[in-house]
């Protein structure tokens, strides 16, 4: 009886798991000439999708670091409010790791257990990919998307990992946390593509692709 309380115990424990979505958007989109994060596409702008998926992944804290650009985009992202926390970067034009690192910091605050960290600008992204990511992670590794032969987000860090995340600066982002031996990795079709540059928005844009079909665009 007591085996099965702690088991039950144990189950229940697994159900308070608490599991955040840190969305990177502060960039400032100077090879596409626009934000990205307003582009829109089937019916919704890209930072919107980005919370949208995060959302039906399971994550109940979703962030989003804003930077360049945030007076535009702020008004997009009101009405997601209370749910949806904004964060705004002042030293967005540092590089990703600031984003990375303060979004690290105020998820520790909220007593997220599970981070999951990704962009708002690669398509491939579906939330069964972020699904996956959990999954794999058995709360014990880092898990990291694969695309073109190297690591990169969208990753989930354990608890365990925010203090090294709240370090980084520079515009490396986690790259070079996601090296290590003990990082799980699983793989994204697709997951190089994202929205840098005119030509790449003309791809994403052009008549007849929707959502399903990403991966015709992506290549194989």
Known sequence: MAADA??????LNEGRRHLGALILAAGASTRLGQPKQMVRWNG???VERAVRIAREAGAETVLVV?????EQIFPILQPYQPELRILL????????GTSIALGAAVAERHSVDDLLVLT??????????????????HREHVVASTYAGRRGVPALFPE???????????????RDLLQHEDVVHLPLPGGELDIDTPEDLEQLTAPGVSEPDTRAILGP
């Not at 804003?66 to 945030?70: C, D, I, S, W, Y």
């Not at 708002?120 to 992670?137: E, F, G, I, K, P």
């Not at 365990?160 to 986690?174: M, N, P, V």
């Open 6 to 11: 702690g088991a039950r115990g144990e189950e």
């Open 66 to 70: 804003l930077g360049a650009h945030h």
């Open 44 to 46: 919704e702008t890209l």
């Open 120 to 137: 708002c600008d690669q398509v491939a992204v579906t939330a069964q990919h972020l699904r996956d990511l959990v999954a794999a992670s």
């Open 89 to 96: 970067n002042q030293r967005w034009a540092e590089g990703m």
């Open 160 to 174: 365990f990992s925010f203090h090294a995340l709240q370090r980084l600066s520079g515009d490396r982002g986690a």
